[in-house]
């Protein structure tokens, strides 16, 4: 079936092409154009994000030394640097930003949940956070962070049991993390994992209103009254297990009904947490090896920067900079459902880095994966000896 056909052309089959139409369609995105579409437009993009592209021009002089390959890869007549800036500047980031929340949804149901997870509920586990990248306050002068330096924040909810970002929010670096749950999508019964720079208890009671749960560190400036203990192992690491309620007039009104509080120390690293949540049926322990699991949003942050096009960005302009990113994502998914549905047993890191080099090639996706073998080989880590500290 996939004989004669390039494996970027078989990959880009893992797209539904009508999905993205209407998503196109939402935002008039191809209002007044007639070669270049939107379309077009994800295909250059994603070309350039799998093959390591470094610039808008190194991936047009790529792709116009292959014009004769370009109407089988699916990308129509070709373009120039120009009209691909063009679009990335003009063209509305949210055609991809709704096109990567239907391949969210796509990749969730394909998914095989983390069977290693030491957790005994089965509810949704999502990770929050978010991640500054740094841009040149000349150049993104729309990204002010700090008086010489500019940046973008990208908000995440990270799905722990699938290893998926669920949802992407992208604003300037100036603004504070907390500001992303009011955009995360809640859902009733799940626990939302938080660091507690998130802690800003009108927006706690809002999950806790929609019958989600949070879990989160409570902040050293925490003040409360005992309503009452629970019995504890102590052998467990737990120290104390407690419902309390906000002692501060303003935030006791902000979240005017009980908090549980946890204290655990961790024997292997020596340090004591005191997590909140608003959960009061699962164990103390199981509280704890919850909150363990917010540390899987950073490293799927790590891979991203990595393995993608995220830390430089081939336009200028916000909506650019938001439009590579979502389309960043987009990329990812692809390699997620490719790797579902081909039950390959090749890493995401394994798949990227063949791919990269065999976009070009007429290749059965199938046969060019059952033909590699997995090394196991670690991947590349910031902590490499620096020639200059010698």
Same mark, same amino acid.
């Given at each position: 079936?996939?004989?004669?056909?390039?494996?970027?052309?078989?990959?880009?089959?893992?797209?539904?092409?009508?999905?993205?139409?209407?998503?196109?369609?939402?935002?008039?995105?191809?209002?007044?154009?007639?070669?270049?579409?939107?379309?077009?437009?994800?295909?250059?993009? +994603?070309?350039?994000?799998?093959?390591?592209?470094?610039?808008?021009?190194?991936? +047009?002089?790529?792709?116009?030394?292959?014009?004769?390959?370009?109407?089988?890869?699916?990308?129509?007549?070709?373009?120039?640097?120009?009209?691909?800036?063009?679009?990335?500047?003009?063209?509305?980031?949210?055609?991809?930003?709704?096109?990567?929340?239907?391949?969210?949804?796509?990749?969730?149901?394909?998914?095989?949940?983390?069977?290693?997870?030491?957790?005994?509920?089965?509810?949704?586990?999502?990770? +929050?956070?978010?991640?500054?990248?740094?841009?040149?306050?000349?150049?993104?002068?729309?990204?002010?962070?700090?008086? /010489?330096?500019?940046?973008?924040?990208?908000?995440?909810?990270?799905?722990?049991?699938?290893?998926?970002?669920?949802?992407?929010?992208?604003?300037?670096?100036?603004? /504070?993390?907390?500001?992303?749950?009011? /955009?995360?999508?809640?859902?009733?019964?799940?626990?939302?994992?938080?660091?507690?720079?998130? +802690?800003?208890?009108?927006? !706690?009671?809002?999950?806790?209103?929609?019958?989600?749960?949070?879990?989160?560190?409570?902040?050293?400036?925490?003040?409360?009254?005992?309503?009452?203990?629970?019995?504890?192992?102590?052998?467990?690491?737990?120290?104390?297990?407690?419902?309390?309620? !906000?002692?501060?007039?303003?935030?006791?009104?902000?979240?005017?009904?009980?908090?549980?509080?946890?204290?655990?120390?961790?024997?292997?690293?020596?340090?004591?947490?005191?997590?909140?949540?608003?959960?009061?049926?699962?164990?103390?322990?199981?509280?704890?090896?919850?909150?363990?699991?917010?540390?899987?949003?950073?490293?799927?942050?790590?891979?991203?920067?990595?393995? !993608?096009?995220?830390?430089?960005?081939?336009? /200028?302009?916000?909506?650019?900079?938001?439009?590579?990113?979502?389309?960043?994502?987009?990329?990812?998914?692809?390699?997620?459902?490719?790797?579902?549905?081909?039950?390959?047993?090749?890493?995401?890191?394994?798949?990227?880095?063949?791919?990269?080099?065999?976009?070009?090639?007429?290749?059965?996706?199938?046969?060019?994966?059952?033909?590699?073998?997995?090394?196991?080989?670690?991947?590349?880590?910031?902590?490499?000896?620096?020639?200059?500290?010698?």
């Amino acid at each position: 079936m996939n004989q004669g056909k390039y494996v970027f052309a078989q990959l880009i089959e893992f797209l539904s092409h009508n999905d993205f139409i209407r998503c196109v369609s939402k935002f008039d995105g191809n209002y007044k154009i007639k070669t270049f579409t939107c379309w077009h437009q994800l295909l250059y993009m +994603i070309f350039g994000q799998l093959s390591h592209r470094e610039s808008l021009s190194d991936l +047009i002089i790529c792709l116009q030394s292959q014009q004769n390959k370009s109407y089988h890869l699916g990308m129509g007549k070709g373009t120039s640097k120009a009209n691909l800036a063009k679009a990335n500047e003009n063209r509305d980031y949210r055609i991809y930003e709704s096109f990567a929340l239907i391949l969210v949804a796509q990749a969730q149901r394909l998914a095989i949940p983390n069977t290693t997870l030491d957790l005994s509920i089965d509810a949704p586990v999502y990770a +929050i956070d978010a991640t500054v990248i740094d841009l040149c306050l000349n150049v993104f002068w729309w990204g002010k962070f700090r008086k /010489h330096k500019a940046a973008v924040k990208l908000h995440t909810m990270f799905d722990v049991r699938t290893n998926i970002p669920t949802f992407i929010y992208v604003t300037s670096g100036s603004v /504070h993390d907390v500001n992303g749950l009011d /955009h995360f999508p809640l859902e009733a019964g799940s626990y939302y994992l938080m660091d507690k720079g998130y +802690i800003d208890f009108g927006r !706690l009671h809002h999950i806790h209103n929609e019958e989600a749960f949070f879990v989160t560190r409570a902040k050293d400036n925490f003040k409360f009254v005992r309503m009452s203990s629970r019995k504890i192992d102590k052998s467990t690491g737990v120290k104390c297990d407690q419902t309390v309620r !906000l002692k501060n007039y303003k935030v006791s009104r902000d979240y005017p009904d009980v908090i549980r509080r946890i204290k655990y120390y961790d024997i292997d690293i020596k340090m004591e947490f005191v997590f909140i949540t608003n959960n009061f049926e699962i164990s103390a322990l199981e509280v704890a090896r919850l909150y363990k699991y917010r540390w899987a949003v950073e490293l799927f942050f790590k891979w991203i920067k990595q393995h !993608l096009k995220v830390k430089t960005f081939w336009g /200028h302009s916000f909506n650019a900079v938001k439009t590579q990113i979502y389309i960043a994502m987009i990329t990812y998914l692809i390699v997620v459902i490719m790797k579902h549905q081909l039950k390959l047993r090749q890493t995401q890191y394994e798949i990227l880095q063949i791919l990269s080099i065999s976009l070009l090639c007429k290749i059965p996706l199938l046969e060019l994966f059952s033909k590699t073998y997995p090394q196991y080989v670690k991947e590349q880590t910031c902590n490499q000896l620096n020639l200059f500290d010698l």
